[in-house]
């Protein structure tokens, strides 16, 4: 069965601190992958995805993912964390241009000063 | 450029009332349409997808019901709420490039 698994649900970083967020995915064909973020009371707003090609993924905000395969991984990184970044993350993967996409159940980002 | 709206963005119900979402998008034909329940700190739940005018598919079974009666619009409802029914609804929509793009969410109290 799909699935996808955030493991941390709250993380709190310091910032200017470096972010990494966990995301480990079951799905039987090549997947897409997505991270999300979402700000309090908003919709989901889509920092970047995987289709294929590269590995290593760069989205907005300075976000980048490395998608590696050998360990069913998807993980989100930053270098430097704003305190603007504060907000739930969500991973979630989907066939591409079918109808089923699967969300994990989120991170919540805490970042202080 | 596409766009998706969805209202309205804040209702306070009684248990028992009727509901009624909506959910437009502009720009994109014949797109798969999703509606997404959000419980408070809680992951998204898929309600309802349509890949089509009249075609739904419901994921999860309840009181609530979608329907498409435009190729862009996409209708939650529910003839009596419960106070489960409370929480974040979000509305998507996804084309060729493969991406989920959400609307901005609206949010039910149930009281």
Do not use: M
């Not at chain 2, 939650?76 to 979000?90: P, Q, T, V």
């Amino acid at each position: 069965a799909q699935s996808v698994t955030q493991p941390d649900i709250h993380i709190t970083v310091s910032e200017g601190a470096s972010l990494e967020l966990r995301c480990n995915y079951s799905y039987g064909a090549t997947p897409y992958l997505f991270w999300y973020v979402q700000s309090p009371g908003q919709g989901l707003q889509l920092l970047l995805k995987y289709f294929s090609g590269d590995t290593l993924v760069q989205g907005i905000k300075g976000f980048e993912a490395e998608f590696k395969r050998s360990q069913s991984s998807f993980n989100l990184r930053k270098p430097s964390v704003h305190w603007s970044d504060a907000a739930e993350y969500f991973c979630a993967v989907g066939a591409g241009t079918g109808n089923q996409f699967y969300f994990g159940t989120g991170t919540s980002l805490t970042v202080i000063p | 450029s596409q766009t998706i709206h969805q209202w309205p963005a804040t209702l306070v119900q009684p248990v028992g009332s009727p509901l009624s979402l909506e959910c437009t998008v502009e720009g994109t034909s014949n797109p798969n349409l999703y509606w997404y329940r959000q419980a408070a700190g809680r992951g998204l739940q898929l309600l309802f997808y349509s890949v089509g005018i009249g075609q739904i598919s419901s994921e999860v079974p309840q009181n609530l019901s979608a329907s498409r009666p435009q190729d862009r619009q996409f209708i939650l409802s529910s003839k009596k709420l419960l106070l489960s029914d409370s929480g974040f609804y979000l509305c998507a929509w996804s084309g060729n490039t493969g991406e989920l793009f959400f609307g901005e969410g609206s949010r039910l109290t149930v009281l």
